[in-house]
């Protein structure tokens, strides 16, 4: 059984940090991404990672803020989100495919595997 579970949301300070973490299971992914959708806005792709070659890609409103990593071992990748602003207010969401791609994609149709969220407010 495939899952994804997001953990670490919660509340923070503007300037202030959060990390959030996505554990996989049933399956070995290649590609993992976050989202974040706000209240009445469309989904965003924010980061992703390729876990082959370690490769990553970054929406650019968080660029130098947020940082993806990962531990293979342990099947998860995490989110350190630095600098915190509250228009990173959203919940966010976790993704992943099997295969990779040229580029990390933040296109929502590439992924095929979610999970459920984890909610960020920035006030």
């Known amino acids: 059984h495939v899952q994804l579970v997001e953990s670490g949301g919660g509340s923070a300070l503007a300037g202030g940090s959060v990390r959030l973490s996505c554990a ?44 993806l990593s990962t531990d293979n071992a342990k099947k998860t990748i995490y989110l350190e989100m630095n600098s915190l602003k509250p228009e990173d207010t959203a919940m966010y969401y976790c993704a992943a495919r099997e295969t990779e791609l040229p ?21």
């Open 24 to 67: 996989a299971s049933g399956y070995t992914f290649n590609t993992y991404s976050w989202f974040r959708q706000a209240p009445g806005q469309e989904r965003e792709g924010v980061a992703a990672i390729d876990t082959g070659d370690g490769s990553t890609y970054y929406l650019n409103s968080v660029e130098g803020r947020f940082t």
């Open 103 to 123: 580029v990390p994609s933040l296109i929502k149709a590439d992924y095929t595997y979610w999970g459920q969220g984890t909610q960020v407010t920035v006030s």
